[in-house]
């Protein structure tokens, strides 16, 4: 098993900045990609970021120029830097690992991000 958990949500107002994190622990092995999904209010899960194990990187095109992933090499920690943030990004935003070797997903509790003025 992996718990994933999440810190940084909140409310800010349109142009406004807010930094997630995400820290794993448990069986991190084999971790293949490690990222952010958000799920708007009466809408489905979609992806937002994420990062593979061999440094590439991942955006939806609503995010590119305005979102930054990082994490560290270990893929146990991901950041989520959402800057010139939009109402359209309000969301429950999910920390994501996929562990390649037994093709597992695992999510966080998920955390507010609302955009409004």
């Known amino acids: 098993q992996v718990q994933l958990v999440e810190s940084g949500g909140g409310l800010v107002q349109p142009g406004g900045s807010l930094r997630l994190s995400c820290v794993a622990s448990g069986s991190i092995f084999s971790i293949y990609t490690m990222g952010w999904y958000r799920q708007p209010p009466g809408n489905e899960r979609e992806l937002v970021a994420r990062i593979f194990n061999d440094g590439r990187i991942e955006y939806a095109d609503s995010v590119k120029g305005r979102f930054t992933i990082s994490s560290d090499n270990a893929l146990n920690t991901a950041y989520l830097q959402m800057d010139s943030l939009k109402p359209e990004d309000t969301a429950v935003y999910f920390c994501?690992?996929?562990?390649?070797?037994?093709?597992?997903?695992?999510w966080g509790q998920g955390t507010q991000v609302t955009v409004s003025s």
């Open positions: 994501n690992v996929f562990r390649g070797g037994d093709g597992q997903n695992y």
